[in-house]
């Protein structure tokens, strides 16, 4: 019985043990055992030692035994045995059995006889009957819990899961801003974004853009026309990416951060339609934003003088010029 009771102790000692490993050694998603083989020797002599401590108890246990006077002897092997009984666990396990002994069944025998065949009137175990005792108890509390007080359903814990996975992305968003590449990329209007950009293009655009961005070296920024495509998307792609070979536009990419690109890119798309001291003329082709709502016109000849534009369902009437 003894060794029973120490094969379990060093069984429980590994496996804390292993299990203290697997907690606190970080290993990402594996196991720990297995990205770090010296686990295993780590786990080895706690084993040895968990052995030496229950070889050594033993030992000291049995020396201190004999060196006992006889009736001391007796009275530990009866206490001993006391304490075997009267362990908690084997009461608990008997009590939630509630078996009848072998010896006692006559009390519960009931009295019909088939062949010799009889039947027990056995009480039921306690252990189920707690059980059944749980449910029904569960029972009402969810009966009570979600169809009296409507209690919050499946859909609507999905909702508020989306909905705090939602904020959570949004907040890892802000801390995590170099995220945006070319396809995420939107234009930043908020006014630090814009001042932020601002002295990103005073710091490195201006010697070939000029500061007003009527442009020199490089091309006007300010007017409709883009030699490498407008819009905040193409804009961020120019920046990161650079010009055509040999003009002169380098890439950026390694020297800003998405997101100051994205700020440097959202302060030139601010200066369209500015007038610069000194504009460069046009180059490139006319931007026509393809995401731009389009306007609904609507012409109507009021009479041979007459006639009228409807702009977005904005009334304007106008005299109708001839052509020299
Ligand atoms: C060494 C001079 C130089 C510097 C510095 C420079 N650029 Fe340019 N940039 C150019 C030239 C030249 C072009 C035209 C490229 C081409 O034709 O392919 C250009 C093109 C562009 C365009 C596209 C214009 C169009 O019409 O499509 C943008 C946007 C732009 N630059 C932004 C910037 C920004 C922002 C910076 C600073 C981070 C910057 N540039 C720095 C020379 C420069």
Redesign the pocket.
Known sequence: MKTTASYLRVIGIMTLAFLLMEFTVESGDSWALLKYPVIWAVLGLVFLFAIAVEVISETLKSILFRGLSEEAQERYIASEAYRKENNWFKKTYKKLLAKKPIEKESEIVLDHNYDGIRELDNVLPPWWLYMFYATIIFAVVYMVRYHVFDGIDQEEEYEIAVAEARADIEEYKKTAKDLIDVNTVEILTGKEDVAAGKT??EA??I???KVDGGGG?????TDD??????GIK??FN??SE???DG????A?KT??KPSEMAQ??S??LSLHGTTPVDPKDP??DLWIDPNAPVEEVEVKQIDSTKIQIKIEDQPVTGDVVEDE
Request: charged content about 10%; proline content about 3%.
């Open positions: 990103i293009f490195n655009c010697a070939c853009h070296i490089g091309p006007n920024l026309y883009w030699i490498l495509g407008g193409n804009v120019t920046i650079g010009g055509r003009k002169g536009m380098v950026w020297d800003l440097v890119s302060y030139v180059e490139g």
